[in-house]
C-alpha cells in the first residue's frame, strides 16, 4: 500500500478516480478546502493549493501526488493562472521541501495543443495556446518538467462516463462555442483515465508526457444524440478539422489499453 495525495477531488473526474485508487489498495489523501465532505475510506486533508503554509502536512510522508486540482469553467483570466500556475507552484515547492522521493503526476489537457495543427497532437509538439486554460497548463507542465521531481503528466481529452454529466453538456457547448457538428473530439471514459493514472503510479511514465484517449475520436453530432440532446448537422466545410484531437501512440507504446474502447461500448454497457 502507498499513500497518496490527490487535489481536485470534488471535481468530475478526481470524484471517479479517487474510489478506484482507494479499491487499489492505496492509502488516500483527498486534499480539500474547508469542510467539504469526503468520502470515509479516504483521508480528507484540509488544504488549500493558494496558502503553501497549509500544504505542508500534506504532503509530508506520501509516496505520490496525483494533481488533478484545476480552474477553467470563468472568464476570470487571472483566477485561472492563480489556480493552475501558482497553485501548482506552491504543491511542488511543498513536496520538493518535505516529500522530494514522491512520485508527482499532473493531468493536463489536449486543449494546449494548436487549433490549427495539420495531425492529432502529438507530446513531442510545440503547444503555444493564447487561451488561458490551456496556456497555464502548458506554464504549470514546464514547471514540473524542472522541479527535479519525479514527474509525469497525463494530457486528458474529453472524459466522460459514469453519469458525470460532461457528455450531457455537449449540447450547450455546441451552441455556446458554435462548434461543428462534424467535428471531432479525442475522448477516455474515467475508467481509462484510472487505467493512465495507475500506469503513472508505476513510474511506467516518469519523466513523460502521455496524451490519455481511447480508440474512437468522437462527433459533436454524436455526442449530442449519445446525450439525448440531438442536433441539427451541417454539410458546411469543417475548419481546423485536426484541432481537439491527440495522437495516444505513444502511451500505447508503453502498454495502455483502454478498457472503454469507445464511447459507442460506454453506452451499450449503460457506463456513459
Same mark, same amino acid.
Given at each position: 500500500?502507498?499513500?497518496?495525495?490527490?487535489? *481536485?477531488?470534488?471535481?468530475?473526474? *478526481?470524484?471517479?478516480?479517487? &474510489?478506484?485508487?482507494?479499491?487499489?489498495?492505496? %492509502?488516500?489523501?483527498?486534499?480539500?478546502?474547508?469542510? $467539504?465532505?469526503? @468520502?470515509?475510506?479516504?483521508?480528507?486533508?484540509?488544504?488549500?493549493?493558494?496558502?503553501?503554509?497549509?500544504?505542508?502536512?500534506?504532503?509530508?510522508?506520501? %509516496?505520490?501526488?496525483?494533481?488533478?486540482?484545476?480552474?477553467? @469553467?470563468?472568464?476570470?483570466?487571472?483566477?485561472?493562472?492563480?489556480?493552475?500556475?501558482?497553485?501548482? @507552484?506552491?504543491?511542488? %515547492?511543498?513536496? /520538493?521541501?518535505?516529500?522530494?522521493? #514522491?512520485?508527482? =503526476?499532473?493531468?493536463?489537457?489536449?486543449?494546449?495543443?494548436?487549433?490549427?495543427?495539420?495531425?492529432?497532437?502529438?507530446?513531442?509538439?510545440?503547444?503555444?495556446?493564447?487561451? !488561458?486554460? &490551456?496556456?497555464?497548463? =502548458? #506554464?504549470?507542465?514546464?514547471?514540473?518538467?524542472?522541479? +527535479?521531481?519525479?514527474?509525469?503528466?497525463? $494530457?486528458?481529452?474529453?472524459?466522460?462516463?459514469? *453519469?458525470? *454529466?460532461?457528455?450531457?453538456?455537449?449540447?450547450?457547448? !455546441?451552441?455556446?462555442?458554435?462548434?461543428?457538428?462534424?467535428?471531432?473530439?479525442?475522448?477516455?471514459?474515467?475508467?481509462?483515465?484510472?487505467?493512465?493514472?495507475?500506469?503513472?503510479?508505476? +513510474? #511506467?511514465?516518469? +519523466?513523460?508526457?502521455?496524451?490519455?484517449?481511447?480508440?474512437?475520436?468522437?462527433?459533436?453530432?454524436?455526442?449530442? $444524440?449519445?446525450?439525448?440532446?440531438?442536433?441539427? +448537422?451541417? #454539410?458546411?466545410?469543417?475548419?481546423?478539422?485536426?484541432?481537439?484531437?491527440?495522437?495516444?501512440?505513444?502511451?500505447?507504446?508503453?502498454?495502455?489499453?483502454?478498457?472503454?474502447? /469507445?464511447?459507442?461500448?460506454?453506452?451499450?454497457?449503460?457506463?456513459?
Amino acid at each position: 500500500m502507498s499513500t497518496v495525495l490527490i487535489t *481536485g477531488t470534488t471535481g468530475l473526474v *478526481g470524484s471517479r478516480l479517487l &474510489p478506484r485508487l482507494i479499491a487499489d489498495g492505496h %492509502d488516500c489523501r483527498a486534499l480539500v478546502r474547508s469542510d $467539504r465532505p469526503v @468520502r470515509a475510506d479516504a483521508t480528507p486533508v484540509r488544504a488549500d493549493l493558494d496558502d503553501p503554509n497549509s500544504l505542508v502536512a500534506a504532503v509530508q510522508g506520501v %509516496d505520490a501526488v496525483v494533481h488533478l486540482a484545476a480552474l477553467f @469553467r470563468t472568464d476570470d483570466e487571472d483566477a485561472i493562472w492563480r489556480a493552475n500556475l501558482d497553485g501548482t @507552484r506552491n504543491l511542488i %515547492d511543498a513536496v /520538493t521541501a518535505h516529500a522530494p522521493r #514522491a512520485r508527482f =503526476v499532473m493531468a493536463s489537457t489536449g486543449n494546449v495543443y494548436d487549433q490549427d495543427q495539420a495531425r492529432p497532437g502529438r507530446e513531442s509538439d510545440t503547444c503555444s495556446p493564447t487561451a !488561458a486554460y &490551456p496556456a497555464s497548463k =502548458v #506554464a504549470a507542465e514546464a514547471l514540473l518538467r524542472a522541479s +527535479g521531481l519525479t514527474w509525469s503528466v497525463l $494530457r486528458l481529452p474529453f472524459v466522460y462516463g459514469d *453519469g458525470d *454529466g460532461h457528455l450531457a453538456s455537449m449540447p450547450a457547448l !455546441a451552441t455556446r462555442f458554435g462548434l461543428h457538428p462534424a467535428h471531432t473530439y479525442s475522448v477516455a471514459h474515467h475508467r481509462d483515465v484510472a487505467v493512465a493514472v495507475r500506469l503513472a503510479l508505476s +513510474g #511506467a511514465l516518469d +519523466g513523460h508526457i502521455a496524451n490519455v484517449t481511447d480508440d474512437a475520436p468522437v462527433t459533436v453530432f454524436d455526442m449530442a $444524440r449519445l446525450a439525448g440532446t440531438p442536433i441539427d +448537422g451541417s #454539410a458546411q466545410p469543417l475548419a481546423n478539422p485536426w484541432a481537439g484531437r491527440m495522437d495516444s501512440s505513444f502511451l500505447r507504446g508503453l502498454g495502455f489499453r483502454p478498457s472503454v474502447p /469507445t464511447i459507442w461500448e460506454a453506452a451499450a454497457d449503460e457506463i456513459l
